[in-house]
């Protein structure tokens, strides 16, 4: 028995050279032309090392930068890209995605709301109430205005339930004001104390902030769940789930609008990624008679949502910048800039559509306003489903 051959080294020895110290090709240039690896080995001297990775460093920059210079003007990426110049520019998916991510990270730092602003204007509707009746006839007055709206759609409870969380948190407020609950010293939080009060003035249905009748009864995810006729069993589940969910998350934020927006923020980058291919699938119908095909249209969608992510994260900056400088003249220079920034966003989106397309100018008005309507309505249904999907996680 051969020890050396059944138990080779774990450092094999460098073959010989000229070959490729991966596949042992023979080397005609510094990448091997079978399997790419680079011809320097970077364990065999700390310079080369070091060279290799301020090599890649720059070398991926450089993309980067030369990727986002060129995004500036309108089309010139997707148009050079869809030529075959791809080797200078970063990926399209992966560009959208490092922007996304990046984009709202700063989002989620620069962004901040003080106080309770996602429930203020519930809270004004209980002020002029004197008693604790009162403040019962306006909640259950307006909790009946919620339950008409709804029209008795059960699916409809979890569209409409941060409304019903603020009609009932903010009636459990005015309900502590009332009764004199201190603020200190009670040994109960301010939320549980207001919940209490509520649950004595409405025989304890208010202290649920997150109420809604099914089948006459009390909504509970498992003894008297929502069930949705034609739906399967583990989607009434699901949906049960994120009622529980969203009634969990809607008593922890308290009327928080910082806590909401944060939610939001990160439930809408997933809900973007979703809406890319329905809006190459516009594309493609728009130019239903070019002999382009689906994925040249995800391309020209993913490089025109990656400029639309730098105008984000510019509005984001600027929002930031005026948040950490309080001054007049930082605040009116940052509302020009908004203003700015977002009426580039038509005119580079028309130009970019004009110049990766071509055609005349007109019927690609035309097709720019029938996309332009479209995605409207997609950005609101992406909007709806961040702000469901960021209280019900």
Known sequence: ????RDNPPAVAAAPEHGSCENCHA?????????????????LKHFGHAVEEVFESFWHLDGRIFR????LLV???????????H???????????VILTLFTFFVGKLALHTEGTGV??????????AQTADEVERLRVAQVAEMERVLGGSPGGTASLALTMTAINTAAARR????????????GDSAVARAGKAAARASEGRTGQLFSHDVNGKPWDPQTNPVVLAGWPQFANRWLNQRMENTRANLERMDGNADLFLQAVLTALPGALFLLMPVFALVLRVAYLRRPTGYLEHLVVALYSHSWLMLVLLATFAVAGIGGAIDSPVVGTLGDWLYVLLWLAVPVYLFWMQQRVYGGNPVLTMLRYLFIGGVYLFLVIAVVMYAVLAGVSA
């Open 26 to 42: 023979a080397l005609h240039g510094h990448y091997c032309h079978h399997c790419g690896q680079s011809a320097h080995n970077p």
């Open 67 to 70: 990727t986002l210079r060129d």
């Open 1 to 4: 028995m051969n020890p050396t």
């Open 119 to 128: 429930f203020d204007q519930q809270a004004g509707l209980f002020a002029p």
């Open 175 to 186: 309900l502590a004001e009332l009764e004199g609950t201190p603020r200190a010293g009670a």
């Open 86 to 96: 791809r080797v200078g520019y970063v990926q399209p998916l992966r560009l959208f």
């Open 74 to 84: 309108p089309g010139r990426v997707a148009v050079n890209f869809l030529k075959g």
